[in-house]
């Protein structure tokens, strides 16, 4: 029986297995016009991408009147399977951000770092109890290896610090650091509008997002690398302005008398 003469027989071969799966006659107006681009398809329910197309452009199987695609199946990944590399986010919005560029030195902030270590004023004492208790049951409940299964996501703090706090209170507690022009979320160009930053030593950086002349929040980068000398400035600033100083993800918090339940203990116990 001879071809159609505006048809191609293709070949769809599993790229894994060399096993032919199905060979048919196909109208030249159904194809594309190359498989250089991305390609998929469904074969009897199972999802596969095209890897290989010999030939690859319409010009030449169309001439030639034969096309055999080599496929890859597509392996969908049981969401039961996807493990989370924190047991704890912020529920709150991410600070709104401008695409501009900056003068001066920037600090890049990972999305998920925001809020994870933080100042909170101790009226939220009963609001910090219990997310540190939701974060417990995290880890007693969903740890899994190298991650979790499940992750807390903390609402209950809005608004973290006192009302009237400005960065002038923050940075006259500090003693000598160095400002930063500018703090990212994801990428350098992506600026976080209202930022303040200080750089202390050993490359800890305490930013806020300033509004109205007030502090929205107050958090800690790389707060692994404090020094002796800079813990004691930065519980400085809890101890005079009635803050708590947290490490969410430690479930460690700092105060300078008041206990809170579910903390386990302050989050530079062993800098010395």
Same mark, same amino acid.
């Given at each position: 029986?001879?071809?159609? !003469?505006?048809?191609?027989?293709?070949?769809?071969?599993?790229?894994?297995?060399?096993?032919?799966?199905?060979? =048919?006659?196909?109208?030249?107006?159904?194809?594309?016009?190359?498989?250089?681009?991305?390609? =998929?398809?469904?074969?009897?329910?199972?999802? $596969?991408? *095209?890897?290989?197309?010999?030939?690859?452009?319409?010009?030449?199987?169309?001439?030639?009147?034969?096309?055999?695609?080599?496929? +890859?199946?597509?392996?969908?990944?049981?969401?039961?399977?996807? #493990?989370?590399? #924190?047991?704890?986010?912020?529920?709150?919005?991410?600070?709104?951000?401008?695409? +501009?560029?900056?003068?001066? &030195?920037?600090?890049? %902030?990972?999305?998920?770092?925001?809020? +994870?270590?933080? $100042?909170?004023?101790?009226?939220?004492?009963?609001?910090?109890? &219990?997310?540190?208790?939701?974060?417990?049951?995290?880890?007693?409940?969903?740890?899994?290896?190298?991650?979790?299964?499940?992750?807390?996501?903390?609402?209950?703090?809005?608004?973290? %610090?006192?009302?009237?706090?400005?960065?002038?209170?923050?940075? &006259?507690?500090?003693?000598?650091?160095?400002?930063?022009?500018?703090?990212?979320?994801?990428?350098?160009?992506?600026?976080?509008?209202?930022?303040?930053?200080? !750089?202390?030593?050993?490359?800890?950086v305490l930013w806020t997002v300033e509004q109205a002349g007030e502090l929205g929040c107050l958090c800690l980068h790389n707060p692994a690398l404090a020094a002796p000398s800079t813990v004691a400035a930065l519980k400085r600033v809890a101890d005079e302005l009635s803050l708590a100083l947290i490490d969410w993800c430690r479930m460690r *918090? $700092?105060?300078?008398?008041?206990?809170?339940?579910? !903390? #386990?203990?302050?989050?530079?116990?062993?800098?010395?």
């Open positions: 029986m001879r071809q159609p !003469s505006d048809t191609v027989a293709v070949t769809l071969v599993d790229e894994s297995t060399g096993e032919k799966l199905a060979t =048919s006659h196909i109208p030249v107006t159904q194809l594309p016009e190359t498989f250089a681009i991305e390609t =998929s398809l469904d074969i009897a329910g199972q999802r $596969y991408t *095209v890897v290989r197309a010999d030939p690859p452009t319409k010009l030449e199987f169309a001439h030639r009147k034969t096309l055999t695609l080599h496929l +890859q199946k597509v392996e969908l990944l049981n969401p039961n399977d996807i #493990l989370f590399s #924190l047991p704890t986010l912020c529920g709150a919005a991410l600070p709104e951000t401008a695409n +501009q560029k900056t003068a001066g &030195s920037i600090v890049v %902030l990972h999305e998920d770092d925001f809020r +994870q270590c933080e $100042y909170v004023a101790l009226t939220h004492a009963a609001e910090i109890a &219990s997310e540190l208790l939701d974060i417990q049951t995290i880890f007693e409940t969903a740890s899994a290896g190298a991650g979790w299964s499940k992750m807390h996501v903390r609402n209950r703090i809005e608004k973290p %610090l006192p009302i009237g706090l400005t960065w002038k209170d923050i940075t &006259s507690r500090l003693g000598r650091t160095d400002p930063i022009g500018a703090v990212a979320l994801g990428e350098p160009r992506r600026v976080i509008r209202g930022a303040r930053a200080a !750089s202390m030593r050993n490359g800890i *918090v $700092y105060t300078s008398n008041q206990s809170i339940p579910g !903390s #386990l203990g302050d989050p530079w116990a062993d800098v010395q």
